[in-house]
């Protein structure tokens, strides 16, 4: 038996006969060492694993530390996860995204699952959405590994754990899986046993989960394009889903539509996204479509998106139904776009919230033309999603709901609400870009491409208005809608907001202290004696008369001032919304603590296009934190 090698893409799977802690003795000092440099997390567990400890390092081994708190993980998740299942056997999905150190990382965690009797499917390189919702889809599967650093440097790596719903844990089960694990590492007893276990795996069972990728990988991707279809249709029935593709084929035909993907050497090179789109007649340029042909930051915002910009202008010249492009995370579950108007041939890149506030109003339109729409129908966001959001369900009549920052946060409050009889169609971060569209329970570039798609093809048609007209007829914007838009055309139409990005610098507030509930408690008192002496001011310039202040703990958000409307750690974010003479929110200012660093996230957003506002209220908003925090001692 020798090194096993991927049969798709040629990469290292693994060695079956190598022990990972075979002639190693691993300290406490140097395992407390690997920890500390861990951060752990409801959204992810990562740090740089690269063996040199570069965070830009195309490295592929693990010291062995790393590969013990590799093993530790694989070990509380199956204590997690056999808690929670009756199956003799629990089916685990195991995939990764194209870092260079997750073939490592994998082979650690399933020799720690074989050893512990666990049903195993190993896709390798696969797209986060791809393996969620495979995991999702198939009954048999009971969870999944997802081994990702998502948009972090190539030379970190972490990991994402599921159930069987398609999305990451929740905030308090990914808290309980952290309380396990640090347990874990605390027993050397323990990790002595474990190391000694993970070493006496047959080889022979290794090499057969390494030979059976191509199966299950082959599988979970024709799970994730039907699944894909459903998604974008919001339709069950397959019958129902061919007529309403079969519509959108007609509507690309008449108004044809070329899309650019770079993909940035992501797991999304190995994914349905080219042959979905083809399917629908879609015209693909696929730029750096080769895994692990990394080129660029793999955050996809700002410069990132430069390469996908020039080339989608480029193709544009030659062929105008180049209106779109889009770049991915590395784990592809997240990307942001840009757009080519075909009245100049320039293209934009968009802002986050641009692209989130134009799915909901693509997929709000689409159940309006659907006549799906129903008096209970709602949109989740984050805190720090702008208020345009409210704009937009306004004039649907929905209702915008908010919980705290976290793509746990946003899907549990979702549920919770369907469970209520509301009709989620669509959620999402709108400060982080992309969307989740149900049943998909993760966010996906595809279907956020998806509910684009739909905003351009599904035009007026005799008597039936397009989701283009619905919006600006219900938005009071009837003088806006001709037929030859473009999607130009639909962003001049959006709500017109002044919002901070989440990626610039001015968002990240460094701090001193850790206390979160005794920073929040200072704050509201410095708010407090600085309204009284700007308020005057703040209505001149403004027509700001009041504010009222809202605090958002995992799914809730609630409204009040005082440590009451708060728990725990205090760690939740905290919104003060400033309204006008007619009571309507003008714009607010928002922070949230960093549970890792000492930092806090701000941001500022104004309704109108008056920057000025929005500039004054984020630098008062930081000074007052400043101010709260130099109070803390």
Request: proline share 3%.
């Amino acid at each position: 038996m020798s090194v096993m090698m991927d049969k798709n893409t040629g990469f290292l799977l693994g060695d079956p006969e190598r022990k990972p802690f075979d002639g190693f003795e691993i300290s406490r000092k140097d395992l407390d060492k690997a920890l500390s440099e861990m951060i752990l997390s409801a959204s992810g567990w990562r740090k740089v694993f690269a063996a040199d400890g570069n965070e830009e390092s195309r490295g592929e081994e693990l010291t062995p530390p790393d590969r013990l708190l590799a093993a530790a993980m694989a070990e509380a998740y199956t204590d997690f996860l056999l808690s929670r299942t009756s199956s003799v056997r629990p089916v685990v999905v195991v995939g990764l995204d194209s870092r260079f150190t997750g073939p490592a990382l994998a082979d650690v965690m399933i020799r720690v699952l074989l050893s512990r009797g666990m049903g195993l499917r190993y896709l390798f390189i696969t797209a986060a959405p791809e393996l969620m919702g495979y995991t999702r889809q198939s009954e048999d599967c009971s969870g999944f590994i997802y081994i990702s650093a998502s948009h972090n440097p190539i030379g970190h790596n972490g990991v994402k754990f599921g159930l069987n719903t398609g999305g990451v844990l929740s905030g308090e089960q990914a808290g309980e899986l952290i309380g396990a694990y640090k347990n874990i590492l605390a027993d050397r007893t323990a990790l002595d046993l474990l190391m000694t276990r993970v070493d006496g795996v047959n080889p022979a069972d290794v090499e057969d989960v390494f030979s059976q990728v191509p199966h299950w990988k082959s599988e979970a991707y024709a799970v994730y394009k039907s699944f894909t279809r459903q998604v974008v249709s919001g339709l069950d029935a397959p019958a129902e889903q061919n007529r309403f593709f079969d519509i959108l084929k007609a509507g690309i035909a008449s108004s044809p539509l070329s899309v650019v993907a770079e993909l940035n050497g992501s797991a999304r090179t190995l994914t349905v996204d080219s042959e979905f789109l083809g399917d629908l007649g879609i015209r693909v340029k696929v730029v750096n479509g080769t895994p692990r042909q990394i080129v660029h930051r793999i955050i996809p915002e700002g410069e990132s998106l430069n390469q996908c910009r020039r080339v989608l202008e480029e193709e544009a010249v030659s062929d105008p139904a180049f209106q779109l492009g889009y770049v991915p995370d590395n784990d592809g579950d997240r990307g942001n776009l840009v757009y080519c108007s075909r009245r100049d041939g320039v293209a934009q890149i968009l802002e986050a919230q641009e692209v989130f506030a134009l799915s909901v109003l693509s997929e709000l339109a689409y159940l309006y033309w659907n006549e799906k729409m129903t008096e209970k129908t709602g949109v989740v966001v984050n805190g720090p999603t702008s208020g345009r959001i409210e704009d937009i369900c306004e004039a649907f009549g929905c209702t915008a709901f908010r919980a705290e920052v976290g793509e746990a946060n946003v899907v549990n409050l979702a549920s919770a609400k369907r469970d209520q009889g509301w009709q989620i169609r669509i959620l999402g971060e709108g400060s982080n870009g992309g969307n989740i569209t149900w049943p998909a329970a993760v966010r996906d570039p595809l279907n956020t491409l998806g509910a684009l798609i739909k905003l351009l093809v599904l035009r007026s048609r005799n008597d039936k208005p397009g989701l283009f007209e619905i919006w600006c007829h219900l938005s009071g914007q009837s003088g806006r809608y001709k037929d030859d838009f473009d999607l130009k055309d639909v962003i001049d139409s959006l709500p017109s907001y002044v919002t901070t990005s989440a990626f610039e610098d001015r968002a990240i507030f460094k701090i001193n202290t850790r206390n979160h509930a005794l920073l929040k408690k200072n704050y509201e008192e410095v708010f407090l004696r600085e309204w009284n002496l700007k308020k005057d001011e703040l209505f001149r310039r403004f027509a700001i008369v009041s504010w009222e202040e809202w605090n958002q703990e995992g799914t809730s958000s609630r409204q009040g001032m005082g440590a009451e409307f708060r728990s725990g750690s205090h760690s939740g974010g905290l919104t003060i919304r400033f309204l006008g003479s007619d009571g309507g929110v003008l714009g607010y200012i928002w922070m949230r603590g960093s549970g890792t660093e000492p930092v806090f996230r701000v941001l500022a957003d104004w309704k109108g296009d008056q920057r000025e506002a929005e500039e004054y209220l984020l630098d008062w908003h930081k000074n007052m934190i400043a101010q709260a925090d130099g109070a803390c001692g």
